[in-house]
């Protein structure tokens, strides 16, 4: 029998499927390159508007903020857009070893700062008209969301400048690696017990930790006028800055040296 027009599934509506219109979103968000300020801050409205379908669907279940919000990060990880080396070297200007993970983090800190910015801008209007309050929550969901992604492309690609491969199929490299953006530390090639594959409890409760965190963080947006902007964009910076510098002291040293430009295969 077939499905009435207005039964039938929306994008947003099942937030937690990676096939869904939030998937797709942040992967936009977080593809290499510069989206213009007016398309980022149209992509971020719209996964903000995905997201409180996704909210408003997990209150109903009695799903709690945390968990809920940690189902969805899990189900869109493997939809992040991880670069190999030879295409990271390349995006950056043929740069390698040292030079390139500084570019890396510099790249990272741009991005969060940015959506920072934007979601902090948003939320001071928003601030300024109380009957539009309401929907800043979510806003600020699509924010955490966001920022996580950027971070977790950041931890992943830096695994690649210093040749620490973990294997597996994408799903299981997006868990490995979100688990070890949750405890904000590179993984340890020399410890096979730290390439988290399987998802366990105390995975879930890291990462559920960290997103709230997170979220946290970008309350600070909701401030008047644009002070929101200003502290949401220096608090993702060093934020971003300081997961840069704890990943690749983890990294550093326990391989050897980064190959030339020339060694890169194409």
């Known amino acids: 029998m077939a499905v009435p027009e207005k039964d039938r599934q929306q994008p947003g509506n099942e937030i937690a499927d990676p096939e869904n219109e939030v998937g797709e979103l942040v992967g936009r968000l977080t593809e290499p390159g510069d989206l213009e300020p007016a398309e980022r801050r149209k992509l971020l409205g719209r996964l903000a508007r995905a997201l409180s379908t996704g909210a408003k669907k997990a209150k109903e279940t009695g799903a709690g903020r945390g968990r809920w919000l940690a189902d969805v990060f899990l189900n869109i990880a493997p939809r992040i857009p991880i670069r190999d ?39 001071a209007a928003e601030f300024a008209a109380p009957p539009l309050l309401l929907s800043a929550p979510a806003q600020l969901v699509a924010e955490t969301i966001v920022v996580a992604a950027i971070e977790v492309k950041l931890l992943a690609e830096l695994h690649e400048v210093y040749g620490v491969r973990v294997h597996g199929t994408g799903a299981q490299r997006a868990v490995a690696f979100t688990s070890a953006w949750a405890r904000q530390r590179g993984i340890d090639p020399l410890a096979p017990a730290s390439v988290t594959l399987a998802l366990g409890a105390a995975t879930k409760t890291a990462l559920r930790n960290r997103l709230m965190r997170t979220l946290g963080r970008h309350l600070t947006t909701l401030g008047p006028f644009l002070t ?31 190959p030339r430009r020339d060694e890169l295969a194409p």
């Open 85 to 123: 080396l030879h295409t990271i070297s390349e995006h950056h200007h043929g740069l390698t070893g040292e030079q390139l993970a500084d570019d890396l983090v510099r790249t990272a800190q741009k991005a969060t700062m940015t959506v920072g910015a934007i979601g902090g801008a948003l939320a």
């Open 228 to 258: 929101g902007a200003v502290a949401g964009g220096a608090l993702n910076r060093m934020a971003t800055k300081k997961l840069g510098e704890a990943v690749r002291n983890d990294l550093r040293g326990k391989l050897p040296p980064a």
